[in-house]
């Protein structure tokens, strides 16, 4: 079996390099991946130091991104991928290296479609999360488990694991920015694939700023949550004729 490893980039040149020396120790323990670098038409020189690492490392490939956008970029990297799972990372490090070694083991070894992380569980740790953010996330995150009958709370959340194949199946994908993040997940509880749900760590970043836009995305997400619950309304009808 084998990961891929998609990270959208954006302007990421005080990160990246870091990000992808501390990816590179999951060799260990994962010894068949890669690691697709989508560029999301930065500007900075953040292509400059992707090529120069890529250069030495086989496994590190880098792919430009077709229509601007983190949605764009997400579905260009599924699209792009050549093993069994893939992960989304954030270039950012914000997410935990030892939860992705836990995620493939889990995926691997199951019979699931998907592993959901969440951040907001008993065993969960949180650092630094911007409190008007999370106030936010906490309002929204509950509202689409309310109306999705779900147990996941933490349905924002990039950092998840799927099967290829599975994820291939949920396109065409119509989130253009952050709000592909929720449909993703949507999908495939509106199809019932099976997922398992476990508690992550997650740390705000440290260097370059966040591409989240409150003012901007509030109306990309709630979109995709009535696009995808009307496709919920579909499937249903269709599946109950």
């Not at 983190?70 to 950012?92: E, P, R, V, W």
């Not at 009958?149 to 998840?160: E, G, I, M």
Request: glycine content about 2%; aromatic content about 12%.
């Amino acid at each position: 079996m084998s990961l891929s490893l998609v990270i959208p980039v954006h302007n990421e040149s005080s990160q990246i390099s870091y990000t992808l020396n501390k990816l590179n120790k999951i060799k260990s323990k994962i010894k068949k991946f890669e690691i697709i670098l989508v560029d999301d038409f930065s500007t900075d020189n953040s292509i400059e130091i992707i090529n120069k690492i890529s250069s030495k490392k086989k496994h590190i490939k880098l792919i430009k991104n077709k229509k601007k956008g983190l949605g764009g970029a997400i579905s260009t990297g599924i699209l792009k991928s050549q093993h069994n799972y893939i992960a989304i990372f954030m270039a950012d490090m914000s997410d935990d290296i030892n939860d992705l070694i836990k995620y493939y083991s889990k995926i691997n070894n199951s019979n699931l479609d998907a592993i959901f992380g969440t951040r907001f569980s008993n065993e969960s740790m949180v650092k630094n999360y911007p409190t008007f953010k999370l106030i936010l996330n906490r309002i929204f995150n509950n509202i689409v488990r309310i109306v999705f009958f779900s147990k996941y709370n933490d349905f924002t959340n990039a950092f998840k694991i799927y099967k290829r194949k599975t994820l291939v199946s949920l396109f065409p994908l119509v989130s253009e920015h952050f709000n592909i993040f929720l449909e993703l997940p949507l999908k495939i509880i509106n199809r019932k694939h099976k997922f398992k749900i476990i508690p992550i760590k997650w740390t705000n970043r440290k260097k370059g700023y966040s591409k989240f836009k409150v003012n901007e995305l509030g109306s990309m997400y709630m979109f995709t949550l009535l696009y995808c619950l009307l496709e919920r309304i579909l499937l249903n009808k269709k599946n109950n004729k």
